[in-house]
């Protein structure tokens, strides 16, 4: 029998389940129908269940199957009971191991509401916080916001469960904090902070070093620029980024600082400009324009997230039993990640709903990673 390419993603995830003459379906079979019905189109654990019954020839191929297709039920309580940080460990050593880059890795960190999926959390619905390795866009991660906690708590908890050597991390204003990036430079990673209003001090600080230079028409400074320019959709868009090296005066307490960066942004918009700057801080004494690109790549989780909604309808989920809801969350992350790497020049729409329709193009999503290349 050969092996689905995800079966082995699987094998060291920990069966909730107590051994009783009830478990009748291995945890493999379970994970592997739910993340193939997934792809394939299923939105609830009905059609999930029914996937796996129309296809059962196909997975026949692949898995014991013993006792058939599970029940929705039984997809149901498995997924609630699975421990979800396993779960995700195990993804992320797959998608972890096709990880490739020239220099470092960028990975994104940000949060993502799933708005109908009501929790006691500081946004009142299922929040997930995923790591998002934006060259490669693949999912590395993800962990749930607690019960009366927010994404700033849940943040540590990603950070500590990710491999961040040679990788440089990028967070938005709620994640600047000094421990976040200290724990970032311990896993030997490098950070890339937005400084906002949230961190007062630091951000007056990152802004002062840049009025002193400017001051002193930066003679002394060791500095870098970059600009560039964009038309489109009737606007016209210049972002100019300075980075200063070394920069003094910052606040205690942040690891291995190596610079600081402002963004100034100009938008027209028939006939109206607007102008934003926003401040950075990072170990990371990269030139300018690298700098800006890993600005700029942060924002390509939001691609992402607008994936979830529109194609696999996050937002309407209301999955939130036990730890179902964020295991859900989980594997259309890695639907996401895989079918935007398989092969063809179709949208990822329309490959999901080849992947549903035909099980060769479901094969070819799944080998989007090959199962060997998992450390």
């Known amino acids: 029998m050969p092996a689905l390419p995800i079966t082995s993603v699987f094998s060291a995830v920990p069966d909730p389940r107590r051994e009783t003459a009830d478990k009748l379906h291995a945890l493999t079979d379970i994970l592997s ?25 196909f997975f026949r191929r692949f898995l014991a199957l013993e006792n058939g297709v599970p029940s929705a ?35 994104a960190i940000d949060g993502k509401c799933a708005r109908a999926a009501k929790r006691n959390t500081a946004t009142g619905c299922l929040t997930v916080v995923s790591a998002w390795a934006t060259e490669n866009r693949l999912t590395l991660g993800q962990v749930a916001v607690a019960d009366g906690s927010n994404e700033v708590a849940a943040i540590p908890e990603l ?39 949230n961190q007062p001090t630091l951000h007056e600080a990152v802004r002062a070093v840049f009025e002193r230079a400017d001051a002193a028409g930066f003679e002394g400074v060791r500095f870098d620029h970059h600009t560039t320019a964009e038309d489109g959709h009737g606007r016209h868009e210049e972002r100019s980024v300075s980075v200063i090296y070394e920069p003094t005066g ?11 960066a402002s963004v100034l942004r100009e938008r027209t918009v028939g006939g109206e400009t607007t102008t934003t700057v926003h401040y950075y801080i990072t170990s990371h004494a990269g030139t300018a324009a690298e700098i800006a690109g890993l600005i700029r790549g942060h924002w390509g989780i939001e691609s992402m997230h607008g994936i979830l909604d529109v194609v696999f309808r996050e937002d309407d989920s209301r999955v939130r039993a036990g730890h179902a809801g964020e295991n859900r969350a989980l594997i259309r992350r890695v639907a996401v990640a895989l079918l935007r790497r398989a092969p063809g020049n179709g949208s990822t729409p329309t490959k999901r709903l080849k992947a549903g329709w035909n099980d060769e193009d479901l094969l070819q999503v799944l080998q989007g990673i090959q199962a060997s290349e998992v450390r």
């Open 33 to 57: 129908i739910a993340t193939c019905a997934v792809i394939g189109g299923a939105e609830s654990w009905e059609s999930i269940a029914e996937y796996g019954r129309t296809k059962t020839d």
């Open 73 to 107: 039920d039984t997809f149901e309580r498995v997924f609630a009971k699975l421990a979800p940080g396993a779960f995700a460990r195990a993804f992320g050593r797959w998608m972890g191991a096709a990880c490739e880059s020239a220099g470092l890795v960028p990975i």
């Open 159 to 197: 950070l500590r469960v990710l491999d961040l050597s040679g990788a440089i991390v990028t967070i938005d204003a709620a994640g600047c904090q000094a421990e976040n990036a200290r724990r970032i430079r311990a896993g030997e990673g490098h950070y890339l902070l937005t400084a906002k209003g």
């Open 250 to 260: 910052l606040p205690s307490g942040w690891p291995d600082v190596a610079a600081v």
